[in-house]
Structures are given as C-alpha cells and as structure tokens.
C-alpha cells in the first residue's frame, strides 16, 4: 500500500506549525499506524532530517501515550481503539492521511504532534483517589461487593488517561475524564466517604484548567479507546449537584490529649 | 567489594517480623528533615514514593512519561499472587514461598520470597481499599483464578488489565500526596547518572525531555524502581521506552549487577510479523487456563488448523507434563514451543508459531462465558492479525517479557552501594531464574508499599549524613559528564539510525543469548557486540539539537547503554554452565531436553562489579542457602 501524509510539524510550544507533506510507500496493511510512523521517521533520521515527534510507548492500547487526530478523528477509523492499535489495513491504499496533535486550550502543543496533558493529573490530584494510607486496609473480603457494581466501577476505571474525549469535544471538555474516576471510586463502598468532596473538587479542578463544559454532544464516547460511556457523566453530575445542595462547611479543631 | 545479604537469623517465618522490630525508627519529627528520590513510577516507584510520602518523607519523584500512570507495569494483563486461600484450595503463605523458589529453579533468596509471599496478603487488602475493581463472584466476594507453575487458584485480578488497575491505585495515591505537597513530582525527566558523595547515593543527574535541560537533585537516599532490561533485545514486550539507562548508570558507578543472563521468555506472544515489527504483544498466560497448546505431528503439515484432525495433532504441554500440561512454568513452555518448531512443526506462515486453542473450551463452557473471562484479550488478537480466535485457533509464540535479573540488593533492597535502594523489576531478588506469572505485580507492590518504608528508616537512622547541596564538586562533574555525552551523541553525524544499530544488537542476542544459549554462540555474541558499539559510537546518525524534545537523541543513550550491558549480560550467560530457569545452556540438559542444573558450583547469585567498558567485570559471589525448600530437580510432570 502507499500513503501520502500530511502532518502537523511544529518546532516548539510557541513556535507557529504547519502542515508538511511526507509520502510513505511500501506499507504492509498488517503494519499499525505508529509502525507506519517510524518506518516515514527511520527514512528522514536516514537523510539527516529531524523525525516527526510523536508520544507512544506500550503499542498495545493500555498506556495511554499516544494521541493523534487521524483525519479529524482522534485515534483515527477504528472504534474502540487507540492510535496504536490501528492498522494500516483500515485505510484506502493511496489515501492521503492527515495527522495532528490533540487540539485543546488546556492540552498545550509540546512539539509536533505530542502535547502537554498534565492538567488531566491536576484533576486526579483534586480528588480522584480514595485515602487509604498504607497500612490501614482491613481484610479485602470483610466488604463484600456487587459483582454489578464492581463491574460497572471496572467500565470506568478502564479509562486510559489519553485525552481523545477532550480532543474529541467540541467545547474540549475534560468531562468523560473526570466522570470516569467519579464513577470508578463513587460505585465502590471504599469510596462513599469522599464522595461528594470528591466530585466537587474534580469538577472545580477540571473548569480552572480551561477545559470546556458537557453540552452532551456525546463526541467523546464515540472516541473512547476504552468506549467508556456517558452515562458516567450524568453520574458524574447527579452527585456533583448532590454534593453543592448539601454541601457543609468543612471544620477541623484541633485533637485533644 | 562486599556482598552483605543482612538476611536476619532465625526461623524464616520469623526473619521479617524479628527484622522489622530490629530495624532503627526514624521518629516522626525527623523524617521531615530527610528527603529521598524516587526514580520511576510503576508499581515499585508509584508505591514506594506515595507511602514514603504519607510516613512523612520528602520525596522527589521522577519519570520520564509524561504522566506517572503511563509507566510500564500498567500493561501487566493477567494478574497479582497472594495467598489467601480465599478459595479453600489448600494455599499458604509457606506453599506461596515454595512454589515461587521452585518456579525460580533455585535461585532466588529464601528469606526474600518467605516474606514476599507473607506481604502478598497486605498487598490485596491495600489495593481493594484502594478502590481496586478486582473480579469478583456474584456473592460479592474476591474470584481467583490459576497460573503457570501452581496448583492452586491464587491469582487476583481486573479483566486482562490487573496491572492497570494496581497501577492507577498507586498513581493515585501518589496523585494524593503530590497534592499534599509531600512529593514533587518530575514528569518528562529522565535520570542520567547517579551521584555519590563520600561513597554515598546522594543525588541523581536528569534531562528534561521536553526542553533538554540538564539538572541536579540532592537527597539522603536514592530508590531506583526503573524496570527491566528486556528491550536489550529490541524486540520484547516490553514498552518501547523501557531501557536500562538508569540501572546502568548506577552499575557504572559502582552497585553490582547480579544475574543479568536470567532473561523471561513467554511463551504466549502474538509471532513476529514483518521486518517493520517494533514491538511484540504478550497475550496472558491467564488464556492458558483454558487454551489447549498443540501443533501437528508431522512436520511440514501446512493444512489449515480446522482441518488437521484430533489424532494428527500433538497436545505437547500435555502429553510432556501431565500434571501442569498447559499451566506449566513459563520458561518450561517456551523451550517447548522452540522445541516443536525447531523439529519443523511450528504453524503460521513464518514456521515460528504454536496455536493456542480454544475450541475444547468453548464447546465445554460456551461462547459467552470464554467471551466473559478473555474477551478484551481476544478482541486484542483479532485487532492485530484479522483472525477471530473464536473460529481459528491463536497463533502464538515466546517472546522476551521480563528479566530476573538487576542490580544486587541485600534483605533491605539496598545496592552496594550505600544509599541505594532498588525495588521492583530493576533488582534480582525474588524471582531466581525464573518468574511465575502474576508474581512481579506482588513484587513490585510489596518492595514499594511495605519493605521500603521500613529499610528505609533502618538506613536513615543508622548513617551519618552531612547536608550535601547540588553545588559539591560531585555534582556538577556528573553533570557535564552528561551533557558531554549527549553533544557527542549528536555530534557523530554518521550513517546509520540509533533503531538500525538497536535492532541489530536484537538480533545478536536473539540468537545467541535468547532461548537457548551455548558457548560458541555465547562467544560470537561477545566479539560481535563491541564491533557493534565500535560502530556506533563512529556512524550513528542522532539529528536534531540538545535544547528541545529529541526523541532520538533519547533513544540513542538508551541503545549506548544496551550496547555496554548487552556484553555483561553474554559474559553472564557463559559463565554460568549450567542450565536453570530461563537460562538454558545446550550443554547442560537432562537425557529428556530439560534444564540441568549444578548446584555444586551455581548455587550461588553472580554480582558482577563494573571494571571499565569492554574491560572484564569481576565476579562476586553470594552463596545462596536452601534452608527450608530442599534442592530438587524441578518437575512439572
């Protein structure tokens, strides 16, 4: 098969990019898209030229590393799948291919096609964990749980961390994300205690970085490598207007003794 | 140099408990004063830096992902050890700690994997209260499920992504305690070199990859929880940024690499495909519970898999090993695949492959219920080579997964090198010469939740540490040392790609330090390998300039490294004649093909000490004493 690419080069995070057209001929359908990638970067390292920077690392759908829009779709045609576990075999031979980086205000570009995605940690940080310090965890049978529960918790938690649903959103809304955790850690019994505290501050997180609001396009489920669904942000909402109407002042004295 | 494996006296079921009363506190006060690195951020790294953390340390956490959660142990797909004995089966903290020293073949510490298996049961209870969604029954309660190498179910696990899910636990954790300002956490960074000052581990060198600048960090210990060297390889299942630059540097600065020829190779990977490959994908033993391995009796059989009927096929795990059959022990399995197609009996178009095959399973239990307890593995199969294992048997084959290998740690996981500390994958102790499946998740998890919070104290309470800045002389000679490398590194403007010289060092160690090993080939590898660096080091091409995100500048001081360990790795492999685990010496097997051990002159850890590059390193020995598991010829059969 042969391609023609048109890819997004950028120097650095203030530099203007541009599209630049690199042709790749002789490509195996049972090639993946990153393999196609490097076979195009092995060819320019060979003439001296600087390699298109791309983010990768376990090429099998689970890190989260990669991040490209494929003619517009973030992880390109393959539903349910991440950018590296397409293959060459899904695309028209002789098609041109257009790839760029993840497009979003919080997502600033790096170089190339990798961008920065520390903001997504700075949610987590607001909240999404359940505080367990080491040590302290009674008999993991003790609480038993729904297997529905668990299952459900499990879709959710499947999230891989890689950005397609915000580059996918229209308004770049980081909300698939962030309900994803809510979901995860909300449907466990070890995770009532932070709840609501939870979900207030992953959503107060989520609007300082310049992420966009849901307005339910429902762009980002369709993108989801992990097809994690929406319905985790009406849960994500449910509790976060449960979490504002009952919201207490939190109070601390000091300890006695 | 000394080899102190400081394993505490007494029985060993009381060694850590005796230990832990034993060891020195750091008063709660004081550990504020203390700051301690942490260089990786997988199960070990991500861990040990939130507990570190929550006990009050200062801690400085780095890697070189632009997240902690992106590190590799997220793609562990099977599942995590511990004996509960949850399923009545007839398991034990002492049948855990047995099974994982005869799966080592004899080769791993006693007193390492006693306590090994007495945390695996505090692992499973952090990671639940973590919000871990492992598989559970309708009842509610855990399920369980088997693995190579025992004949109990007492493995955990979240679908085919446990390693994930154990992963983001500890991120979020970790997460937890970057927001409470105990732990600064340095994304992008990627550790260069160690520092020691007055022969103590009290600083590392690092690049950020994403503006090329060159920094110093000071503490009062160093934990290195980088990983393995299995892309040494080049081809392995490993993530592609997974390297020993970090292990060897410190190697290189004097801690001793022990065992670096104890190599896994899986037996359950989807075959190479085409010249482009850059990884393999590991399909989990977990698929093994129920996949029937064969391949046709007849060599040559090119039919179709559907056509080859029940009496032409040969069910070898099980017609060899009866009782494991298609559980049996990993290097045990990926021998016998090779075995089978080196006999011109491998499948597939290549002749490298075995099916893996589903059919009895599914007419036994039925679709759904394989598609319930394998279906994101099969989907994952039929993604990468258009064949719906349902219809079609898998096609699979060994491919390099982990190493056994790594620096040497004494019962505290510290180097040789004071201060040091090494955890997880990156040090040799628990998993001998060879890992059973589902253990190096309780490894790492147990080095980095509930071993180092303790030694760590014990080393800080003991050690006279004067304050040291980053402006010492040490420093900022590592330092130039480094940014000299990378200007060399992009000065040499030669010929050939870092990947052209990385996968011919593959290639090399493929066939001569792979599967199976042998003198000769042992002794071609070893004058080839310095050719190669020779090379490199005249004709590689690294564009681009220092002061940005250089991808390929980073690969090239990961392969420069590889291509130095690579000849302590065939140095190893030769000197150990005898066969063990995932070290198979041709010249060393039992009259049926099996590994041949000589526990009258191995019986004993290699640590090797750094001599010069291609200069020989020098052999230190630590005798390894089986107390409690009597040395036995290992049988699955």
Known sequence: MKFTLQVWRQKGPNAAGKLERYDAPDVSPDMSFLEMLDVVNERLNERGEEPIAFAHDCREGICGSCSLMIDGVAHGP???????????RSFTDGATIRIEPWRARAFPVIKDLVVDREALDRIVQAGGYISVPTGSAPDANAIPIPKQNVDDA??????????ACVAACPNASASLFTAAKVSHLGLLPQGQPERYRRVTRMVEQMDLEGFGGCTLYGECQEACPKLISIDTIARMNRDYFRGAAFARTESTAGGSG | MELRSRIPSGPIEQKW??????????????????????VG??????????????????????????????????????GINAAKNYQNDGDSIYRLFYDTVKGGDFRAREANVYRLAQI?????????????????????????????????SRTFYARGQTGQQLLLGAYQALEKEIARGGVRMFNNTEMLDLVLVDGKARGIVTRDLTTGAIETHAADAVVLATGGYGNVFYLSTNAKNCNATAIWRAHKRGAA??????????????????????????MSESLRNDGRVWVPKAAGDKRAPGDIPEAERDYYLERKYPSYGNLSPRDIASRAAKEVCDEGRGVGETGRGVYLDFADAIKRLGEQRIRDRYGNLFEMYERITDENPYQVPMRIYPAVHYTMGGLWVDYNLMSTLPGLHVLGEANFSDHGANRLGASALMQGLADGYFIIPYTIGDYLANTKLDKVTVDRPEFQAAKSAVAGTANRLLGIKGKRTVDAFHRELGTILWEDCGMARNAAGLKRALERIPAVREEFWRNVNVPGSDAELNQALEKAGRVADFLEFAELMCTDALHREE???????????????????????????????????????????????????????????
């Open chain 1, 78 to 88: 393959v539903r349910g799948a991440a950018t590296c576990q397409v293959h060459m």
């Open chain 1, 154 to 163: 499990m879709d959710a938690a499947s999230c891989i961390g890689c950005g």
């Open chain 2, 17 to 38: 408990d005796t230990h832990r009363f034993e060891m020195k506190l750091v008063n709660p006060a004081n550990k504020r004063k203390y700051t301690v690195i942490v």
């Open chain 2, 41 to 78: 951020t997988g199960l070990a790294g991500g861990s040990a830096a939130a507990t570190l953390s929550e006990l009050g340390y200062n801690v400085l956490c780095f890697s070189f992902h632009d997240s902690p959660r992106r590190a590799h142990s997220i793609a562990a797909q099977g």
């Open chain 2, 120 to 152: 695996s049961v505090n692992i499973i209870d952090q990671c639940v209260a973590q919000g871990v969604p492992f598989a559970r029954e309708y009842g509610g309660l855990l399920a369980n499920r088997s693995f190579g190498g025992a004949q109990v």
């Open chain 2, 257 to 282: 690499f022990a065992n670096p020829c104890f190599t896994q190779i899986h037996p359950t990977c989807i075959p190479v495909s085409g010249d482009y490959q850059s990884k393999l994908t590991l």
């Open chain 2, 579 to 637: 066969s063990c685990g995932g070290h198979f010496r041709e010249e060393y097997q039992t009259p049926d093909g099996e590994a041949q051990r000589d526990d009258a002159r191995f019986t004993y850890a290699a640590a090797w000490e750094f001599a010069g590059v291609g200069k020989a390193p020098i052999l230190h020995k630590e005798p390894l004493a089986f107390e409690n598991v009597p040395l036995t010829q290992r049988s699955y059969k």
